[in-house]
């Protein structure tokens, strides 16, 4: 069973997205996404 990763916004911090988890390479990810709180284009940062 895959771990899910969860992303949240770095502006807001809302928790918007779930992604299928990769291995631990202990660094966290971070992704451009679209946040509907903020209403644009912002970096979101995986949560713990």
């Known amino acids: 069973m895959a771990k899910k990763i969860v992303l949240s916004c770095s502006k807001c ?3 918007n997205y779930t992604v299928p988890g990769q291995s631990e390479s202990g660094t966290r990810l971070e992704l451009k996404k679209f ?3 903020c209403n644009g284009h912002t970096v979101h940062k995986q949560t713990l």
């Open 35 to 37: 946040c509907a709180h």
């Open 13 to 15: 911090a809302s928790r």
